[in-house]
């Protein structure tokens, strides 16, 4: 089983790349500042810097998550009920383009798998206080940063489109901030993800003669493995949530690594997906017209849905283990 169970963490760090890297670089595309290729090249490679930093800053992250949600024993059934349901939910999304949250759907399938081992482990009130809120907190935090964000700079980007009206606009200094912010985001999102998703597969494969740090790099490759295949989920985001300008991704992306940055220091698992939605629509600012409702309610849908999904079928899987 162990065998199994690392194939399926492969899978689920494959999954998380595919699926996330869209949340740091679709901007950079959308704004028209470069190819969605050379954007997915960009995150892939930032997406590596964070998720190696984390071998060493994520510990914290990865505690909560191996021992802060279920506190139960974690035997090799559960390690894979969990795998099972995270990675079928988050890799059915990828096929339909919709940029979903690998921790909600980890910390789904952790209550569902747990509740049937033993239902009593399951720690309810720090779920609550350390994984729920800061998950729900964060995409109305993020919209208000960018809100704020986007009215500041705006003098800024009447300027600069003047500038660009005469001749005479290069945008090269919003550019290259783009470029970095960009970049910031993707890193952050690797040193957020990465500890969640090793911290499940440790709970076999530790036991099994694996050191956390072997886990940790496995799941460090395999993401940034993922991450080449993440044109579609980038392509959904970032051509049809809102018509965004350079400031805009600009804004959106430096709230974002600002956010995701500073959970995955503290461990606060906010996930980067609703994290850099709530951005990229902030910079609409109270110009609600701009946004597309369609593609948001389908984000808001998927959303709802990926804890649930993860539950459940890590709770089947469970139960046809017991």
Known sequence: MTIVILIMLVGLAIANGANDVSKGVATLAGAGVTAYRTAILWGTVTTAVGALLSIQLGRSMGKLFSSGIFTGKPTNAFALAVLIGATSWVTLATITKLPVSTTHAVVGSLVGAGLVIDASAVQWQGLIQKVLTPLLVSVFVAYLISLALAYAIRPLARRGAARAANG????????????????????????????????????????????????????????????????????????????????????????TASLVGLGGLYALPMTTTQVSTGSIAGTAGFNFSRLSGKTLRDFAIAWLVTPFWGAAVAAAAMWIAK
């Open 168 to 255: 005479n606009g290069k945008r090269k200094i919003i550019d290259v901030l783009h470029w970095i912010s960009s970049g910031a985001t993707s890193g952050a999102r690797g040193l957020n993800d990465t500890p969640k998703i090793a911290a499940i597969g440790g709970f076999a494969l530790i036991p099994a003669g694996y050191s956390a740090e072997t886990v940790s790099l496995l799941v460090a490759i395999a993401m940034t493995a993922g991450s080449l295949l993440g044109i579609r989920v980038a392509r959904r985001l970032g051509d049809n949530v809102i018509k965004l300008s350079h400031y805009d991704g600009f804004t959106a992306n430096l709230t």
